[in-house]
């Protein structure tokens, strides 16, 4: 979806369960990186505040 419909309605979805893809996958930057996109070009969308809370709470993990 990202890739070949970059201008749909579902992107910013898209995004956030790629993101959580990668997270599982235990590729903690690739995660960051897509989380921090969708933030970017999203911003004020309930996509970007759940990307939000997931960056704040990656980082609460590696303080640990």
Same mark, same amino acid.
Request: no cysteine; aromatic share 6%; glycine share 8%.
């Given at each position: /979806?990202?890739?070949?419909?970059? #201008?749909?309605? #579902?992107?910013? @979805?898209? =995004? =956030?369960?790629?993101? !959580?893809?990668?997270?599982? *996958? @235990? *590729? #903690?930057? $690739? !995660?960051?990186? /897509? *989380?921090?996109? =969708?933030?970017?070009?999203?911003? @004020?969308?309930?996509?970007?505040? +759940?990307?939000? %809370? $997931?960056?704040?709470?990656?980082? #609460? %993990?590696? +303080?640990?």
């Amino acid at each position: /979806v990202t890739d070949r419909f970059p #201008k749909s309605n #579902k992107r910013a @979805g898209a =995004l =956030l369960g790629l993101a !959580s893809s990668y997270d599982r *996958l @235990g *590729l #903690k930057a $690739q !995660s960051s990186r /897509v *989380l921090q996109a =969708l933030i970017r070009e999203y911003p @004020g969308s309930q996509e970007s505040q +759940r990307a939000w %809370m $997931q960056l704040q709470i990656g980082k #609460k %993990m590696e +303080r640990h």
